[in-house]
């Protein structure tokens, strides 16, 4: 009788995900569910996992294939054109921020840690796989088999790092915004305050209310299979003109595309959610981070552990300063500046997850919650997309010539 199959595959990967929802939830958040979730499956794949329990609950295949620019296509549905046209100080600040980790690791790295070490892993430290594939890529062919470990070790742990970061800076934010909403000095109209309600991963704003260049599809032909199908035509919408502007990543499209068919009136504001079909999604999404971990294993983790610290803290410490720089020159809430920056360690879906989970515990009001969600949710989306999907290749390119 063969007990492991798919099935348990997908209960043991659901109960690690869950356990984190959990524990967020009993710490109000300050403990992320994505880092809990991370430990587990890290302590997991060390341990009793298979290495491809991921792959074999299905979801990864599914993931890879649809779910994740599914996902992204989604966020571009909750947020809408102004709102992404307004996040021009949070690409600023994610440059600067990137910028003033780079140069703090360029010029206090080599002091304590071997050089190599630093080229490798600072695009993986700045972004995501594409460039810690990329740098894995080139310290191999240089014939530097530790960098080439330390590349993706890097982008296998840097989340550990930012997540609880970014939780203490989007606490501190959310509490200055909560007291500036409970002053009652704010005068926002009721429809701006419905508005401010609609935005996020699962909240369902009511397209009725919305100004569209086309009119809503009726209600009784508007099924969830109808909704899926609008956002599958956004998403290949979206491969064909990446296949013509390959410059810009597919996955950024996905986003700017999707933003502008929901203005158009073709696809429906918060259109996975409206489906019922959110969830899966998301946690097909979430678990192809997850599974990122197996290739951190403990002798690999051992071997770099301090070079890698090292450089994490340093570079923090230079986009703190950075962040800090820019935000008062631009007029920011230094924390809310901080977590934009901090998307460089983790990038899309967790940047959104963090944010939604912070203000779900900061009030359980649901204009409360909406006004948090409308400060702060669209900057953390678009940052994720400015530091992981675009910079971060850029600097893979460019470092990887230096090997």
Known sequence: MVMYNAFLALIVVAIAYVIGEWISEITHAWV????????????????????SIAEDSGLIDFAGKIAVLMFITHIGTVISLKQLIEQWKTVVICLVGLLGMVALCWFICPLLIDKTLMIAGLPPLTGGVVAALTMQSAAKEAGLETAAVFAIAMYSVQGLAGYPITAVCLHKEGRKLLKEWRSGELNLSQEEIDKMKSVGLTAIANDNDIK???PPVPEKFNT???????VAFSVWLSTIVGQIIPQVPTIVWCLIISVILTKIGILDTSSLSRANTYTIFMFAAMLSVFAGLKNCTPSMLLSIIIPMIIMIVIGVIGMGIAA???SKILKMSFPLAFANGLTALYG?????????STCNALTED???RGYLMSKMFPSMVVGGF????????????YFATLL
């Open 224 to 230: 969830p299979v109808f909704i899926i199908a609008k």
């Open 386 to 397: 400015v530091t992981v999907t675009i910079t971060s290749v850029l600097f893979a390119g």
């Open 32 to 51: 992320p569910s994505i880092l809990v979730t991370s430990i587990i499956f890290l302590i997991g794949y060390w341990t009793i996992f298979p290495n």
């Open 212 to 214: 569209k260049l086309l």
């Open 348 to 356: 899309f879906p967790c940047d959104a997850i963090i944010t939604e």
């Open 366 to 368: 649901p204009d409360e």
């Open 324 to 326: 800090f720089v820019i």
